[in-house]
């Protein structure tokens, strides 16, 4: 079973695609059980009263002998304007003071996202490896606007995107 599924980690390493934790044990599970539907007991052979359950001890084992070590995914990497971040709030403020807006008339509108065909940004990869590839991150999000006025009397009715 521990071969078949170092061959699948290898495999999903080919194709860029992380692991993590989670998704190895359940295709440890998977494999185990697979393996004993196919494993026709004879009359002169007993039934091995074997459970395996995949857990977390037995993955540290299986890490060891399959020389496997965990690294962050390096790809896409966006990064914020920390010089424009810190000027701002100073420029908002004068913007508001020259225009005369109240706080009425000030809004403050964000988003939010739920990525759900993330990959994880972590992967098993073998002792020999020092990096994974970076891959195409799915797109497919869905995105919750949500605002409201400074005075806090004015909520604006959430706008939901796919």
Not at 49 to 55: G, L, V, Y
Not at 113 to 129: D, F, H, N, V
């Amino acid at each position: 079973m521990e071969r078949l599924l170092s061959t699948w980690i290898e495999d999903c390493n080919q194709r860029n695609m992380p692991l993590c934790l989670k998704l190895i044990q359940e295709k440890a599970l998977s494999l185990w059980k697979d393996l004993q539907e196919k494993q026709q007991p004879s009359e002169d052979t007993p039934q091995a009263a074997e459970s395996f359950n995949a857990s977390r001890g037995w993955f540290n084992r299986f890490k060891k002998r399959a020389n496997l070590h965990n690294i962050k995914v390096t790809g896409e990497a966006a990064s914020a304007d920390l010089v424009a971040a810190n000027a701002y709030p100073a420029q908002l403020q004068d913007i508001i003071e020259k225009g005369g807006y109240s706080a009425k008339q000030v809004f403050n509108i964000d988003e939010t996202g739920l990525c759900w065909k993330r990959m994880p940004s972590r992967t098993y990869i073998a002792q020999e490896e020092k990096t994974a590839p970076g891959f195409k991150a799915a797109k497919d999000r869905l995105t919750l606007l949500l605002g409201g006025n400074a005075e806090g009397d004015v909520k604006l009715k959430p706008m939901l995107i796919y």
